[in-house]
């Protein structure tokens, strides 16, 4: 069972019934009935409004909805999305997106139980309002008390072998969580130059975040490694403060740091910067065309880059950027 991403305009909307799932970005486009994450932010650069990341299985899917999440899977491999409204969680005496936070992934390591794949491999998290502060706690800190307290709650650990992941604020919409399981561990990767988010020091919020920088994980016959959101911090401190231009350049130093170190374990032969698929969350449309400038001088054209305009989790961060590639695995290896 392999996987393919498929990049289209968000126009086309006819499935072929091998969709495992994936994400919509920008606004306005027509529902699917696979499980697809709405990023509604603005695309930048782009001439299309919306434009959709599909996920293609090469055989049939199921599908089901379990505690509101839309699932598929195909073969031992298991997309959802889940999508809770904060104000369901009101009330409890905690910040509702702190509570929504861990009954989203609660949610989640239950029907990952369930269904016999245990491992999460990738996590895609968006919310309104990163930066905004509420009970005394800046909402991307309180995201990571609720993340951190459901991998408590299910025993898994919090360092080491924890997801690739995402976290990324929106202008607004309900807390959303895209996720990819499967039956084997990813092999977790870390960037030497930074300290790893698990190990985070508490001017960060009084929970770590829990995700590692990336991941290769291993759909049969297949190596895919996800680099996560990864920004201008060095060390545990950002870097480059007001300096987009910088900031981008450090991003995929950064990146570059994680596929040499993923290369040092791949078992597909290395992965190259130029085979990466990038999406470029920009906090301020604004700095678009110094972003477009610098990502272009060390990434070159790279085809498939998607620009978002998003919040970044820390309010001095302006750029963050994602990549991912997929390598085909000779029947041998595992
Ligand atoms: C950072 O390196 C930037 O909380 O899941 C990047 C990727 C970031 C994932 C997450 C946060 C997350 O700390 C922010």
């Known amino acids: 069972m392999t996987l393919q991403l498929l990049l289209s305009p968000a126009a086309v909307s006819r499935g072929t019934g091998r969709e495992l799932g994936g994400a919509r970005l920008g606004g306005g486009a027509p529902a699917v009935d696979w499980p697809e994450q709405a990023i509604s932010a603005p695309l930048l650069g782009s001439t299309a409004d919306s434009l959709r990341e599909t996920w293609l299985a090469d055989g049939p899917v199921s599908a089901g909805v379990s505690e509101g999440i839309a699932w598929r899977r195909a073969g031992d491999l298991l997309y ?28 989640i390591f239950r029907l990952l139980d369930a ?38 709650d299910y025993r898994r650990g919090t360092t080491g072998n924890v997801p690739a992941a995402c976290a990324i604020g929106l202008a607004g919409g309900p807390l959303s969580i895209a996720f990819l399981a499967g039956p084997q561990p990813a092999v977790p990767v870390e960037n030497p130059r930074q300290v790893s988010a698990y190990h985070y020091p508490a001017e960060y919020g009084p929970r770590s975040p829990t995700f590692s920088r990336g991941a290769l994980v291993h759909p049969p016959g297949q190596e895919i490694l996800f680099v996560s959101g990864t920004a201008s911090i060095v060390g545990h401190r950002t ?43 920009v906090r301020e449309a604004a700095d678009f065309p110094a972003v477009r400038a610098a990502f272009a001088e060390l990434a070159g054209e790279a085809p498939g880059t998607v620009f978002v305009q998003a919040d970044i989790c820390r309010a001095d961060l302006l750029v963050e950027i994602e990549a991912m590639a997929v390598h085909p695995l000779a029947p041998t290896g595992r």
Do not use: K, M
């Open 115 to 152: 269904q016999g794949l245990p491992c999460l491999w990738r996590v895609w998290n968006y919310l309104a309002d990163i930066n905004g502060e509420t009970h005394g706690l800046e909402r991307y800190r309180q995201f990571n008390i609720g993340r951190q307290d459901a991998f408590l």
């Open 239 to 281: 870097v480059h403060p007001g300096d987009v231009a910088g900031q981008c350049r450090e991003s995929l130093a950064n990146i570059a740091a994680v596929v040499a170190e993923a290369n040092r374990v791949a078992r597909s032969g290395d992965f190259s910067p130029g085979e990466l698929v990038h999406r470029v969350y």
């Open 80 to 107: 959802g999305v889940v999508e809770l409204a904060e104000a369901g969680f009101a009330g409890a005496g905690i910040p509702p997106l702190q509570a929504a936070s861990r009954a989203a992934y609660d949610r």
